[in-house]
């Protein structure tokens, strides 16, 4: 069994910040990568973020310059900064390990989601 924990979220005024960790025991290598996510009230999830191996990132076009995605190996964990958040910017934002090892290299089971953290941007 392996799981992936997100902590972080919670209710701030537009404009505000948080950050967002996504920890899992086996996440200790920078080859591996992850992927966020989210889910907007009644609307399908959809790919936020990833982080590749060699700290390659790549963002969707509504969150770039405001969303910053790091890891910590050390740590066993990925981070997602939130800046400027917007209420639309509300959602369950959820982690997900890689859905293919492309190093092969990676000590993670792959496309393994954790249980979402709850992120509530008012006006």
């Known amino acids: 069994q392996e799981e992936l924990v997100e902590s972080g979220g919670g209710s701030v005024q537009t404009g505000g910040s948080l950050r967002l960790s996504c920890a899992g025991p086996?996440?200790?290598?920078?080859?591996?990568?992850m992927d966020w996510y989210r889910q907007i009230a009644g609307k399908p999830r959809e790919w936020i973020t990833s982080i590749l191996p060699n700290n390659i990132t790549n963002y969707r076009d509504s969150v770039k310059g405001r969303f910053t995605i790091s890891e910590d190996t050390a740590k066993h964990t990925v981070y997602l900064k939130l800046s400027n958040l917007k209420p639309e910017d509300t959602g369950m934002y959820s982690c997900?390990?890689?859905?293919?090892?492309?190093?092969?290299?990676?000590?993670?089971?792959?496309?393994?989601w954790g249980q979402g953290t709850q992120v509530t941007v008012s006006s």
């Open positions: 086996g996440f200790t290598s920078n080859r591996c990568g």
């Open positions: 997900k390990t890689p859905s293919r090892d492309a190093g092969g290299s990676c000590p993670m089971a792959m496309n393994r």
